[in-house]
């Protein structure tokens, strides 16, 4: 019912920025807890970090905390994850996904998912 595209990633030196969009369609966008994943090459998909629906609480994994942010915008139905001092290491496909259940934190737990945009980062 819900449909979800990614936008944003691209190649980005060590130490740069970028921001990650994702447009959702199908019924209200406010009703889904977002969140952000992310698969490196011949790893699983992990959680990178989630927001709740309009009281704003956020979660991130340990490895982007003080350099990634989620945000949403429930009136455009976007969310984004801006990616600040990002290292190889953030290199990886990074895949959005809705979730109606609290608190989700394994990918089984969300519901629709976008495809994916690639994210790599040089040294």
């Known amino acids: 019912q819900a449909q979800l595209v990614e936008s944003g990633g691209g190649l980005v030196q060590t130490g740069g920025s970028l921001r990650l969009s994702c447009v959702v369609s199908g019924p209200p966008f406010s009703r889904y807890i977002m969140g952000w994943f992310r698969r490196a090459p011949g790893e699983e998909r992990e959680l990178v970090t989630r927001?709740?629906?309009?009281?704003?609480?956020?979660y991130y994994a340990d490895s982007v905390k003080g350099r990634f942010t989620i945000s949403r915008d429930n009136a455009k139905n976007t969310v984004y994850l801006q990616m600040n001092s990002l290292t190889p290491e953030d290199t990886a496909i990074y895949y959005c996904a809705a979730a109606t259940q609290s608190s989700p934190y394994y990918a089984s737990q969300y519901s629709y998912w976008g495809q994916g945009t690639q994210v790599t980062v040089s040294s």
């Open positions: 927001i709740q629906r309009n009281d704003g609480s956020t």
